[in-house]
């Protein structure tokens, strides 16, 4: 059974995730980029913290939380297979975008990634809506 905290932030951490490809919509209309780019990879992994919350796992480091993603719901099959290319891309980029001081990011390139993000955001929404719909 879940408990009612774990259910109230995972719904916490799926609100945060569209905050941030909201932001990162935003930030493409005025240019900025690399900024989209940040947003949108945030966008992902509040998303798949959210699916974690439910089960009561966190981690401290995003690459826990990306392995523990891939292991328990990706590679099981439980979460489109797609997804992990998009997670892995996003979270490069987002390396990219906010360490490499010369990196330049093109209004393309953010673009596909506010589209992967919205797309993973819409999965994880209804994949955690299913399983608090299949326990009432």
Known sequence: MLENSNVELAKHRLTNAKENYLAAEELIKNGYYKVANNRAYYSIFH??????????????KHSGV???FNQHYIKPGKIDKKFFKI???ASF??????????YIASKEEAQKQLEDAIEF???????TNKILDDIK
């Open 47 to 60: 998303a798949m913290r959210a699916v974690l919350a439910l089960v009561g796992i966190d981690f401290k």
């Open 66 to 68: 990306i392995s523990y």
């Open 87 to 89: 997670i892995s891309e």
């Open 93 to 102: 980029i987002r390396n990219e975008s906010d360490y490499n001081d010369f």
């Open 121 to 127: 955001f819409e999965v994880i929404e209804n994949f």
